[in-house]
Nanobody, 127 residues
Framework: QVQLVESGGEWWQAGGSLRLSCPAS????????MAWFRQAPGKARDFVAA???????????CYADSVKGRFTISRDNAKNTVYLQMNSLKPEDTAVYYC?????????????????WGQGTQVTVSS
């Protein structure tokens, strides 16, 4: 059974930085598309960032416009872990952040196309 376990979420002030981690068990992150989504209260689960967004290019990364230039997704193959470095945090970044894995070249931004999910970690940014 594949397991993804997010950590690193906490309360932080606007302008600060956080790093979320997502170690994967029974899954090699480099062989899958790994992504971060987020969900604010009362809203849909939105795409944030993904690795392997160009399926044949395992080093490719893509971002939602709202986080481009502020967030960075990365992967440590030796640790089987995916990270989300979040800089210049804004109050609108407040949400539960989820790590997800997709084993094929499905729709990158559609939450329903991902095969595995973590339990989520809360990020709260105050102004």
């Amino acid at each position: 059974q594949v397991q993804l376990v997010e950590s690193g979420g906490e309360w932080w002030q606007a302008g600060g930085s956080l790093r979320l981690s997502c170690p994967a068990s029974r899954l090699t992150p480099s062989s899958a598309r790994m992504a971060w989504f987020r969900q604010a209260p009362g809203k849909a689960r939105d795409f944030v960032a993904a690795t392997r967004c160009i399926w044949w290019n395992t080093g490719s990364t893509c971002y939602a416009d709202s986080v481009k230039g502020r967030f960075t997704i990365s992967r440590d193959n030796a640790k089987n872990t995916v990270y989300l470095q979040m800089n210049s945090l804004k109050p609108e970044d407040t949400a539960v952040y989820y790590c997800a894995a997709q084993g094929n070249n499905g729709n990158m931004v559609e939450a329903g196309s991902y095969d595995y999910w973590g339990q989520g970690t809360q990020v709260t940014v105050s102004s």
